[in-house]
């Protein structure tokens, strides 16, 4: 069946302005997680959701962080006011339960000019 | 907080060597995945093992819960193996969220 998928697959934007990164998990699985890498290091925890709650959100760096996500599938993370900092690779996973194996989709790579 | 150390953090071997990747948690945890990031930087799954040994293929794992470590085996390396290995562990005292190590970089020459 079909991964988790991630869009945009790039974006480039100037700083001070809103991106919008989008997750659609695997069908069927109720957890639902945003990591960040920045280059050259380890993934960092942002959110985890839990059907279309979010038990977990400390992680999100900043109050310029927030995400949703609807009908127990689609996640959206939003980033208002970018800043140069943001840029990095934003990584989604999701899994058949909590605590359950997580699958990572392919990332968006976010460049902050 | 937990800490995962992996290591050695630099590798490189010659095609058809053998290696042990390490890495060490420092709390007790619930789960553990062993993950290969490919230079297209995709995550691919290699293993999810809380304990015990597992084997697929060339690659072997194994996790010692109550000394807290785990070690990823790879046998008769080939180039393709090349990438950046991570540990990841869900923290019995966090949510079911994974942290990562700073994962081990393979280069494998032919």
């Known amino acids: 069946g079909a991964g988790v998928s991630q869009s945009p697959s790039n974006k480039v934007t100037e700083k001070g302005k809103d991106v919008e990164l989008r997750c659609d998990p695997i069908?069927?699985?109720?957890?639902l997680y945003w990591y960040r890498q920045r280059l050259g290091q380890g993934l960092e925890f942002l959110i985890y959701?839990?059907?279309?709650?979010?038990?977990?959100k400390s992680g999100l760096p900043s109050d310029r962080f927030s995400a949703e996500r609807t009908g127990e599938s689609v996640s959206t993370l939003t980033i208002q006011r970018t800043q140069q900092e943001d840029s990095a690779v934003y990584l989604c996973?999701?899994?058949?339960?909590?605590?359950?194996?997580?699958?990572f989709g392919p990332g968006t790579r976010l460049t902050v000019l | 907080g937990i800490q995962v150390e992996q290591s050695p953090p630099d590798l490189i071997l010659q095609e058809g060597a053998n290696s042990t990747l390490r890495c060490n948690f420092s709390?007790?945890?619930?789960?553990l995945q062993w993950f290969h990031q490919n230079p297209w930087g995709q995550l691919i799954n290699l293993f999810y093992?809380?304990?015990g040994t597992k084997q697929n293929g060339r690659l072997s794992a194994t996790t010692v819960a109550t000394e807290r470590y785990s070690l990823l085996y790879i046998s008769s390396s080939q180039t393709t193996d090349s990438g950046v290995y991570f540990c990841?562990?869900?923290?019995?005292?966090?949510?079911?969220?994974?942290?990562f190590g700073s994962g081990t970089r393979l280069l494998v020459r032919p």
């Open positions: 093992i809380p304990s």
């Open positions: 959701f839990q059907g279309n709650s979010a038990p977990d």
């Open positions: 709390d007790s945890v619930n789960n």
């Open positions: 069908s069927g699985h109720t957890a």
């Open positions: 996973a999701s899994s058949p339960l909590a605590g359950g194996e997580q699958f």
């Open positions: 990841a562990v869900e923290w019995r005292d966090s949510s079911y969220k994974l942290i």
